[in-house]
């Protein structure tokens, strides 16, 4: 059967079965108009003739192309026949496709106007869950912030505030050496101590503070002078413990870049202001102590230095008097030099005489007694001399003045560098001491503890806020988490 004498429903159905939803024909169709277009192939064209025939087609293209140039097709039609014929069963085939799609396109819209219609939505009513809700809001936000809001401005009673500030600082004085550093010899340098700002930071929380601040406050008689304020009065026992606990409470700290800032809240201002400047009395205390301590490590190696050097030369002084004692002389070194002095001395008269002998004798007869004289007094002086050098050499008890000289020497080298070592020892103590003092450490308060005018606390329109803030948050949560748990039932 050919392609005009299908009928449309046919060529509909064949198209539906497609995946591009063309029918059969016109695919067919596209592939025969394609031999023209496409190169020459390897299978020959449908018309064509068989061998012997009068004449071939020289396109040979695959399976479905057209046939060669000058070959007859069917029926005697040629090429622009063809391709018409192809042209109108196309036309045929998608007006074929328009339909069918029209028809289920019917076929859709009387299905969905067939179709059942749900009815309107009804009125929301308010059920028992929403009763509930409603209830939870009133029970757990609207009523505690009423009844916080009534013990804020009825029974809670008013706190005074008074802030201090203050800071370590270490002031350092310029020294000698620093002459060639530059401007910092002319002026005292001032610079912040860190470690002992963290040092008093730790001690103003610290239990020792407590203790001490008590003994001159009373801190429990100060913080109970709201006995009908149960939450911002004091409530703990005599214990230290619940007083630092308290002292938590009420005091506030903060520490920035070496700066100390202190909040401290009673009920009354005065007591508020005594707290503050007895917590800067005892960190001044603090303080000063850190410094003395500071000061005497600065001092115990100068010291323990100084105290070397005194015994050693003690040491070397007594060895000198036992020296002196043992061979009763003072000085050595000065008997020696006398010795010297006498033996030069008769060395001089010596030799005068020498020269009156030898005058004497160019001019005096051989005889004359002045010559006898003369050579006499040369010869005792020559024996003098002989004993003031035998007198160099030993002493009374046979024991060589060289010897005891020696000894002496060493003894005063000995005395010399203790005494030297006692000198710089006594330079570097007094040093170490001026250091000392130049870098003392002191508080420098920035400021004063103030005394308050009006009550600051307790801030009742925050406290309000925060805690129906908290409360709305809380009920919120619960109501998510009631739903949730609904939805999966």
Not at 270 to 286: F, W
Request: glycine share 8%; proline share 6%.
């Amino acid at each position: 059967m050919s392609a005009e004498d299908q009928t449309p429903g046919t060529t509909t159905e064949a198209a539906a079965n497609r995946p591009d939803g063309r029918s059969p024909d016109t695919q067919s169709t596209e592939g025969r108009t394609q031999g023209p277009a496409q190169g020459r192939g390897n299978a020959q064209g449908p018309n064509r003739q068989p061998q012997g025939g009068p004449r071939q087609g020289p396109g040979h293209g695959p399976q479905g192309q057209g046939p060669g140039k000058g070959g007859p097709g069917p029926k005697g039609q040629g090429p622009r026949a063809r391709a018409q014929m192809h042209r109108m069963k196309a036309a045929k085939s998608d007006a074929a496709t328009n339909a069918a799609q029209k028809q289920r396109i019917q076929q859709a819209r009387e299905k969905m106007a067939a179709a059942p219609v749900a009815p309107p939505a009804t009125r929301a009513k308010v059920q028992k869950r929403h009763r509930g809700l409603v209830g939870a809001f009133v029970l757990g936000v609207i009523l505690p912030t009423a009844i916080a809001g009534g013990y804020l401005y009825t029974r809670a009673v008013d706190q005074y505030a008074s802030y201090v500030g203050f800071s370590v600082r270490s002031e350092s004085a310029g020294t000698s050496t620093d002459v060639l550093g530059g401007l910092s010899s002319l002026v005292g340098v001032t610079s912040s101590s860190t470690s002992d700002t963290d040092v008093l930071f730790k001690f103003i929380q610290s239990r020792d503070l407590v203790e001490r601040v008590d003994q001159r406050m009373n801190l429990r008689e100060v913080w109970s002078k709201a006995p009908g304020d149960p939450i911002f009065g004091f409530r703990g026992n005599d214990s230290i413990e619940a007083l630092v606990k308290e002292w938590e409470r009420k005091v506030r700290i903060q520490y920035n870049d070496g700066m100390i800032d202190l909040r401290i809240l009673a009920f009354d201002p005065q007591d508020a202001q005594g707290i503050s400047q007895a917590i800067l009395d005892e960190g001044t205390v603090l303080i000063n102590e850190l410094n003395d301590i500071s000061r005497e490590d600065a001092l115990r190696y100068a010291r323990d230095e100084l105290e070397r050097a005194q015994e050693r030369l003690r040491a070397a002084r007594q060895a000198v008097t036992e020296f002196r004692n043992e061979y009763q002389i003072v000085d050595p070194e000065a008997d020696v030099q006398g010795q010297v002095g006498v033996v030069t001395s008769l060395q001089t008269q010596l030799a005068e005489q020498l020269v009156s002998l030898g005058l004497l004798r160019a001019n005096a007869q051989p005889e004359d007694p002045r010559i006898a004289q003369t050579e006499l007094r040369v010869q005792v002086i020559r024996e003098q001399i002989d004993d003031e050098r035998q007198k160099v050499g030993t002493n009374t008890e046979d024991v060589a003045l060289s010897e005891v000289v020696g000894q002496y020497e060493t003894l005063a080298v000995d005395r010399q560098f203790a005494e030297t070592s006692y000198t710089t020892a006594l330079a570097a103590f007094e040093s170490a001491r001026a250091e000392a003092v130049r870098q003392s450490r002191y508080l420098a308060p920035y400021i004063r503890p103030t005394l308050a005018q009006e009550p600051e606390f307790p801030q009742r329109g925050r406290l309000l806020a925060m805690i129906f803030g908290f409360l709305t948050l809380a009920w919120i949560i619960g109501c998510l988490a009631f739903y949730s748990l609904r939805d999966r039932r």
